[in-house]
Structures are given as structure tokens and as C-alpha cells.
């Protein structure tokens, strides 16, 4: 590549990327909107309702949630928390492997575009009740607001770190994005890690309905996404049955290892609602604790 033409080419994949932005975002949030909770996800009586302590207002913050008269002694804007108001820090990552750039039918969203949107979904309702979040793997820290969202979006389009080189923030939960099909040496050791941290979290899995499913006979070229495994099988209903005694195997084994770390586990296919796992993730992560 020239020097010459090493910027066209730059601006070029930036404005590519730029243009795959906005939808992702309206699509995320437009699933957000679906299942909003109200204000403050977290409204909830008794126990925690009382006042807590003041905090700079930062930007993100509504309005009418600053607390004139305490701001009236000061050059600066309070906002006043009440205990279950105090933010928390969550981090979310989706798994940038090839296997996830897989749809089995034009009709049904690729595994990673439904992750990357239920993510962003899960973060617009999180940042909405005063959250702080952010992506594992991303050198920005949790933040709130608006601008931390369309930060996250652009994050996710370039993500690739794998999950074993990810930095988690100390006492963040976080939800990890996959399909867990590959090995999980560094699932294993990531869950072990938070563990010793005292981090919860989810494992949030996402299959096609295919990979669910196993609906092939007669003669079949199996190919990974990347091409570089490939079986070739006269007669493939005679793989089913041990297919699906894997994916079972796996499955359990990954609600094993979740369990022993303290985490849930759930798996999700394309074709199912985005608003329903949204609102079980909801309910696992961002829900009153």
C-alpha cells in the first residue's frame, strides 16, 4: 500500500463503518423502547428508598433529577441518589469469532448482528436507570449517558479481542455474548477469574434455529465459517443423534460452569423474540438485586 493511498483507503472503511452505526443503534434502541420499564428500572419500594448521598450531575442526567436547592450552594450541579439509584457498573462483550457471521436463512438476522443489538438494547435500559456500562475488552471505562451508547455502538462494530485478553472492571457484573460452540478453556478461566472477584454475571448464548435443530439427510458438506474444517457425510441424519446429545452435553455443561461461579446461563435462538431475551436479561442482570 502507498503512502499516498494508505488515507483514501482509511477514510473508506471509516466511512463504511459509519454507515453500518445508525441502524444498529435505531434498531437497539427501538427494542429498548419495546420493553421499557418505566424511568427507573429499578423502582422499587421499602428496603434501599432512602437517601444515600449527592453526586456531580454528570451529563446523561435528566433534568428534573437534579437537586436544585443542594446545587443552589454551589457553582455545580447535584443529582441526589437514593440507595437502589446508586450505579453500578456492567460490562458486556460479544464474541467476535468467525462462528458468529452465520444465519441459515436470509430471513433470520446473523447471530452476531442479534447479539450486537440485544447488547446495545440491554445497555440503553441500563444507562435509563443510571448505570454505568461498557464493553469488556474496551480501553474506555463504564460510563453513562447518551454518548457512552453511541461509543459502545461503534466499539462493537470494531471489537475483536478475544475473551481471555479481556479486562474486567472490579465489582462490574457483566454478560458475555456467544454461541459457545468452540472450546471453553478460556470461558472456563474468565467465569474462574470473576469468581475470585466476586463478579456475577450471565452467559447469554445464541444459536441459530439450524444449529438447534439438525435438519439434514442424505449426502452433506459440513463446512465451519472460516472453511478451514470440513466433513463430507453420505447420509447426515445418522449424525443427528449424536449431534444433539453434544449440543445437550454443552449446554449443561455450560449452566454447570455458570453455577459454580455464582452466574446464569440462558440460550437464545434468532428467531425468537429479541424483546423476550431482552427482558430475561433484563431480569438477570439489570433487574432489583
Not at 7 to 33: C, D, G, K, T
Not at 65 to 84: L, N, T
Not at 95 to 115: C, H, I, N, W
Amino acid at each position: 500500500m502507498s503512502s499516498d493511498s494508505a488515507p483514501i483507503q482509511l477514510r473508506s472503511r471509516a466511512e463504511a463503518l459509519a454507515a453500518r452505526l445508525p441502524p444498529l443503534l435505531v434498531a437497539a434502541q427501538h427494542l429498548a423502547q419495546s420493553v421499557e420499564l418505566g424511568e427507573h428500572g429499578r423502582r422499587q419500594s421499602g428496603h434501599g428508598e432512602a437517601f444515600w448521598q449527592y453526586r456531580r450531575a454528570q451529563p446523561g442526567d435528566p433534568s428534573h433529577r437534579i437537586d436544585w436547592r443542594r446545587s443552589a450552594r454551589s457553582d455545580r450541579h447535584y443529582v441526589q441518589e437514593k440507595e437502589w439509584q446508586a450505579a453500578h457498573s456492567v460490562q458486556i462483550w460479544v464474541d467476535p469469532s468467525a462462528s458468529l457471521a452465520f444465519s441459515s436463512d436470509p430471513k433470520l438476522p446473523e447471530k452476531r448482528k442479534q447479539a450486537q443489538v440485544i447488547a446495545l438494547a440491554l445497555a440503553s435500559l441500563l444507562l435509563s436507570g443510571g448505570e454505568r456500562v461498557g464493553l469488556l475488552g474496551s480501553a474506555l471505562k463504564p460510563g453513562r449517558g447518551q454518548l457512552t451508547l453511541s461509543r459502545m455502538a461503534d466499539q462493537l462494530l470494531r471489537a475483536d479481542a478475544p475473551l481471555r485478553d479481556v479486562f474486567a472492571v472490579p465489582r462490574a457484573r457483566q454478560v458475555v455474548f456467544s454461541d459457545f460452540l468452540g472450546p471453553l478453556d478460556a470461558t472456563r478461566d474468565f467465569l474462574h477469574a470473576a469468581r475470585g472477584r466476586g463478579q456475577r454475571g450471565v452467559l447469554f448464548q445464541v444459536l441459530d434455529p439450524m444449529e438447534e435443530a439438525f435438519p439434514f439427510h442424505g449426502r452433506v458438506l459440513f463446512q465451519d465459517v472460516g472453511g478451514a474444517l470440513r466433513h463430507d457425510t453420505r447420509e447426515a441424519g445418522d449424525l443427528r443423534d449424536r449431534y444433539l446429545d453434544r449440543l445437550a452435553r454443552r449446554k449443561a455443561e455450560l449452566s454447570e460452569i455458570a453455577k459454580r461461579a455464582g452466574w446464569r446461563f440462558h440460550s437464545y435462538h434468532t428467531q425468537d423474540p429479541a424483546s423476550a431475551a431482552l427482558l430475561w436479561l433484563w431480569n438477570a442482570i439489570g433487574g432489583p438485586r
